[in-house]
């Protein structure tokens, strides 16, 4: 492995444990960490080495992430208000609680208002190290807000008027509504290719696959 492809990894490992803490919201000193210690029911991954094969993290970098959350994260969950705490503070200039909370939703697939050191990882898997299928198949099940298995245009323009709202500022002038729907119809005419209104997962793929939809990933 190349020195520089060592140093991205370290830096990917740094940036996921500085992620946890401030998901965490955790600015405790190091005394009161070791006071809560022996209060506090920690938490383990329930199978590390399975995690090793499924995400292709080295043992050492799964190890080094969890530490994070361990320390962090005691109960080994993030729920949906801390979730968007954090990630406000990356969008500064916008308000980023809607797409924070479609965000969260995606990655909260079993539906029970939390994000665990296992979830947490796998959607970091697909994100950064997934193929292009899986990739598009994660920002199919964003775009599918309430899940049934198609996107409807009002979904596709509820995601884009929340990433114009997470942007704020930085986007000058801001656009009007009619201007996002303008947007949605767009998409839609390359996308529903028997146009009846929704795009499913075939037509989703394919459509990205074929005229690279970069905006999708923003």
Known sequence: MSSRRRRCKRQLIKFTQHIARLITGTLNSDNEDEEQESTTVRYHPENLEQLQSQTHFSRQELQLIYRGFKNDCPSGVVNEDTFKNIYALFFPLGDSSKYAQFLFNAFDKDKNGSLSFEVSIFNLII????????????????????????????????????????????????????AVRQHVRMFFQKMDINQDGVVTIDEFIDCCQKVWLVFIFN
């Open 127 to 178: 994100l950064l190290r997934g193929t292009t299928e899986e990739k598009l198949n994660w920002a199919f099940n964003l775009y599918d807000i309430n899940k049934d298995g198609q996107i409807t245009k009002e979904e596709m323009l509820d995601i884009l008027k929340a990433i114009y709202d997470l942007m704020g500022k930085s986007i000058h002038p801001r656009l009007k509504e009619e």
